[in-house]
């Protein structure tokens, strides 16, 4: 037996040397590849999922076609859902020859970041180099998977990349080591995902994500606040000093193009007739202040009527970490610095004390809550429009907080201030939805009581998610300025709202367009208003189906449970033609 097991031992190790000695030839030939763009028939697909037993699959769309996708199931015995992100699936020989790669292609990649020419194309040919060299005759799926994981891993954000593709996630919170990470989905809410890290994984994730940053994250200095290269917000926790389950992280996305007032009423935050009266207000120098409770899309609403500003007009913005974003010729955005061992400190108070040298008409300040709030106070009464954000629920708790610690904005100078917009983070037919719960006017001090007498412009009825409009203070000063009389300010109040009315209509919504047909309207208002009456009626002939996206539908096809479409009607699936751009 002992022989027989000698013999055995010895055939095994004879026939492991010859496959090293086969595989040494094979590198030492190379090899050719035939790599050509992914084509889904023939090389897809590179992911399938099955969905778990006590499931049911409800959606299912692409992140980054051809490569990764997202499924949504739900889950009947515990009442919620589940978020699956998909990627290409390698097997054991893949995963070693990827690691392989990832080692070996560092160096080129390095020396070609100075040239700034690291794109997906040059990880391609990076990669085809190598595998030629290694003697690996790789199929196309496989090449095409590692391309994915090259670039996921390099240019990308790693295991979370999935994740900040999807534009429907607005928030990817990781509360620690080997927890699931939870994003917020514009239709299902907070839901758990797959997606996880080890301790060691999330330590360096989080490392990671302050160098792309250009931040310094450590032990010493565990908490950093930044904004990533996409324009992402990022708050970053390392180790477990601070946050005692592991390393945390929580990115919040914002959209690649700002949304615009059009976007905010078809979204239902307000109505057409309070867009209207921001543009008029804005137009003639009254200054905002945004509040509301966290995610209450406070600086999205900021961003939005910052749109309504004058064309020729200097806006100069003041921003911890970079939010606002503007189609505006005249803008200067400045942004606060922190510096922990070399150099100074720059905070919002020594940037809107820069600002003031600036001149400029409009100042818009990211949020206000310390000493900068008194100098914004000062600009609002040197005739400087200020907008601002500020966490507050109520107009009554804006004024309180302005007033007192660690504010201390005089009540007097608080009377600058024009307008006060509250909103909410709230429920509407089920579903959590934005509201601006009240647009306020802030009046004088009373002469008897000594208190700042406000009133509201609009109010917001949860009973039937409609606004009130009240009589506005601000309108009829508006009008005196200018010589109207009440129908011609109601006049130019109803061309306003048929205006947004009409872009709505047409489905004008890129920010630079919207910003673009304003600027005409302060130029020519009854010109532009002609042309877009045109347009409108020229676009009732036009079928809607003409412009309907061509269905598709991710990944394999096992066990895909019921049919679902995402918010815009096209699924996301097996592609039917080629693709290679991400």
């Known amino acids: 037996m002992a022989s027989e097991a000698g013999e055995s031992d010895l055939g095994d190790r004879i026939e492991a040397l010859q496959r090293r000695l086969s595989r040494t030839w094979e590198l030492l030939q190379g090899s050719t590849l035939d790599v050509r763009p992914f084509r889904p028939g023939e090389d897809g697909p590179l992911a399938s999922f099955v969905v778990p037993e006590d499931e049911t699959e409800v959606d299912r769309y692409w992140v980054n076609a051809p490569y990764a996708y997202v499924v949504i199931t739900y889950d009947d015995a515990e009442s919620e859902h589940r978020y699956y992100a998909v990627e290409p699936e390698l097997d054991a020989f893949e995963r070693e020859l990827l690691d392989r790669v990832v080692d070996d292609i560092r160096d080129p990649l390095l020396y070609r970041e100075g040239s700034g020419k690291t794109d997906e194309e040059t990880l391609r040919t990076e990669l085809?180099?190598?595998?030629?060299?290694?003697?690996?005759?790789?199929?196309?799926?496989?090449?095409?998977?590692?391309?994915?994981?090259?670039?996921?891993d390099f240019r990308g954000f790693g295991k979370v990349d999935p994740l900040l593709n999807d534009r429907h996630i607005e928030d990817v919170s990781c509360d620690g080591y080997d927890l699931p990470i939870f994003v917020y989905h514009d239709e299902y809410t907070d839901i758990e995902t797959n997606v996880s890290?080890?301790?060691?994984?999330?330590?360096?994730?989080?490392?990671?994500?302050?160098?792309?940053?250009?931040?310094?994250?450590?032990?010493?200095?565990?908490?950093?606040?930044?904004?990533?290269?996409?324009?992402?917000?990022?708050?970053?926790?390392?180790?477990?000093?601070?946050?005692?389950?592991?390393?945390?992280?929580?990115?919040?996305?914002?959209?690649?193009?700002?949304?615009?007032?059009?976007?905010?009423?078809?979204?239902?935050?307000?109505?057409?007739?309070?867009?209207?009266?921001?543009?008029?207000?804005?137009?003639?120098?009254?200054?905002?202040?945004?509040?509301g409770g966290t995610a209450s899309g406070k600086t999205t609403s900021m961003n939005a009527v910052s749109m309504f500003v004058p064309p020729r007009a200097k806006v100069l913005t003041i921003e911890d970490t970079r939010e606002l974003s503007l189609y505006h010729d005249n803008w200067l955005s400045a942004v606060t610095r922190e510096r922990r061992y070399e150099g100074t400190d720059i905070d919002m108070y020594d940037l809107l004390r820069s600002a003031l040298r600036h001149r400029p008409e409009y100042i818009v300040v990211g949020e206000v809550r310390g000493e900068e709030a008194i100098t914004l106070f000062q600009a609002m009464n040197t005739g400087h429009t200020t907008f601002s954000t500020m966490?507050?629920?109520?107009?009554?708790?804006?004024?309180?907080?302005?007033?007192?610690?660690?504010?201390?904005?005089?009540?007097?100078?608080?009377?600058?201030?024009?307008?006060?917009?509250?909103q909410t983070l709230t429920r509407a037919d089920d579903e959590r939805v934005r509201r601006a719960k009240t647009i306020g006017e802030i009046g004088g001090i009373d002469q008897r009581t000594g208190e700042l007498d406000y009133s509201?412009?609009?109010?917001?009825?949860?009973?039937?998610?409609?606004?009130?409009?009240?009589?506005?203070?601000?309108?009829?000063?508006?009008?005196?300025?200018?010589?109207?009389?009440?129908?011609?300010?109601?006049?130019?109040?109803?061309?306003?709202?048929?205006?947004?009315?009409?872009?709505?209509?047409?489905?004008?919504?890129?920010?630079?367009?919207?910003?673009?047909?304003?600027?005409?309207?302060?130029?020519?208002?009854?010109?532009?208003?002609?042309?877009l009456d045109e347009r409108a009626a020229a676009a009732d002939g036009v079928d809607p189906d003409e412009f309907a996206a061509e269905d598709a539908s991710p990944g394999g096809g096992t066990d895909r449970g019921p049919d679902a479409s995402d918010g815009d009607g096209a699924r996301a699936g097996d592609a039917g033609s080629d693709a290679t751009d991400r």
């Open 197 to 291: 890290f080890g301790q060691e994984a999330l330590d360096s994730y989080v490392i990671r994500l302050a160098q792309q940053s250009g931040r310094h994250v450590s032990v010493g200095d565990p908490i950093v606040e930044t904004t990533l290269p996409d324009g992402s917000r990022a708050e970053l926790a390392l180790g477990e000093e601070v946050t005692p389950r592991g390393s945390a992280f929580t990115i919040r996305q914002y959209a690649e193009d700002p949304f615009t007032p059009v976007d905010l009423v078809e979204y239902g935050t307000f109505s057409v007739e309070q867009m209207a009266y921001f543009w008029l207000c804005i137009e003639h120098n009254k200054s905002l202040i945004f509040a």
């Open 128 to 152: 085809e180099t190598l595998l030629e060299g290694y003697g690996v005759e790789a199929e196309m799926d496989t090449f095409h998977a590692l391309v994915y994981y090259l670039y996921r």
């Open 391 to 422: 966490h507050a629920d109520s107009i009554e708790t804006v004024i309180n907080r302005l007033e007192n610690e660690p504010i201390n904005v005089p009540r007097a100078m608080v009377q600058s201030l024009d307008m006060l917009s509250v």
């Open 456 to 531: 509201s412009a609009f109010e917001w009825r949860p009973d039937s998610d409609t606004f009130r409009r009240n009589d506005s203070s601000l309108l009829e000063e508006i009008a005196d300025d200018r010589g109207w009389s009440r129908s011609e300010l109601l006049r130019e109040v109803r061309r306003r709202e048929r205006f947004l009315e009409l872009l709505s209509a047409l489905g004008i919504d890129d920010y630079r367009t919207f910003t673009a047909l304003v600027n005409e309207y302060y130029a020519d208002a009854d010109r532009v208003m002609e042309k």
